[in-house]
C-alpha cells in the first residue's frame, strides 16, 4: 500500500511511518522541506505548500493521511492560535486539492480532527455521535478543520480521526504532565 501523510514529521506522523514501514508499506511525506530530508528505500519526501504541484510526483496513492497542523504544546499567543486553526484549514484543502488532481482516486481519506469537537464538560459523556456542547477554541478549531475535510466525502470514503492527547515520553505534552500527580502514575 502507498500511503500519502501530510505532518508525517511531527510526532503521530513519525509514528506512523515507522509502523507502516515494518508492515512494508511505502510512504510518501508530504513536507515544506523536502530538500532537508533524504529519501528511503520506502520513504519518499515531497515539498507541498509552497504553490507546486505535488500530486505531479505521485502515483498511485491508496490512502492519504492529513495530520498536519502548528503544534498545540506551545503557548496559545493570539498569532500561534491564528496558525493552529490556519495551518490546519490549508492543509486540509491542499489535500483534497491533490486527492482532487490524483490520476487514480485514493480509498481513503483520513483527517485528524480533535476530541476538543465536543466540548468542555465535567459531568457529560461524549460518543462520535454526540453533537458540541460548548464554543472555545479547539472546539472551533476541531469543527472548522472537520467542515472542511468533509468536502470531499462524496468522492473518496472519509475518515475522520479525533485524536485527544498525545503523550511521548521524548515529545509533545509528556513533561508538562509530569506534575506530582505525572511521577506517582510514572513510579506504579
Known amino acids: ?47 507541498w505548500l509552497d504553490g507546486s504541484k505535488p500530486e505531479n510526483q505521485l502515483k498511485n496513492v491508496d490512502a492519504v493521511v492529513n495530520l498536519a497542523g502548528a503544534s498545540i504544546s506551545k503557548p496559545w499567543t493570539r498569532s500561534h492560535k491564528e496558525a493552529i486553526l490556519k495551518s490546519r484549514v490549508e492543509a486540509t484543502q491542499e489535500c483534497i486539492r491533490i486527492i482532487r488532481a490524483l490520476e487514480q482516486t485514493p480509498s481513503v481519506f483520513y483527517s485528524s480532527s480533535a476530541i476538543g469537537y465536543y466540548g468542555v464538560s465535567e459531568e457529560d459523556t461524549f460518543t462520535e455521535y454526540s453533537e458540541p456542547i460548548n464554543q472555545y477554541f479547539l472546539q472551533t478549531v476541531s469543527e472548522q478543520w472537520e467542515s472542511e475535510a468533509s468536502q470531499v466525502k462524496d468522492e473518496v470514503r472519509l475518515v475522520i480521526g479525533r485524536l485527544g492527547l498525545v503523550l511521548d515520553r521524548n515529545d509533545g505534552h509528556y513533561h508538562s504532565w509530569r506534575s506530582p500527580i505525572g511521577l506517582v502514575l510514572e513510579a506504579e
Do not use: F
Not at 511511518?17 to 528505500?41: C, F, M, P, W, Y
Open 1 to 47: 500500500m502507498h500511503v500519502l501523510i501530510s505532518g508525517g514529521t511531527g510526532l503521530v506522523g513519525t509514528k506512523l511511518t515507522e509502523r507502516l514501514i515494518e508492515n512494508g508499506h511505502s510512504v510518501t511525506i508530504l513536507t515544506r522541506n523536502a530538500k532537508d530530508k533524504q529519501n528511503q528505500s520506502h520513504i519518499r519526501y515531497v515539498t
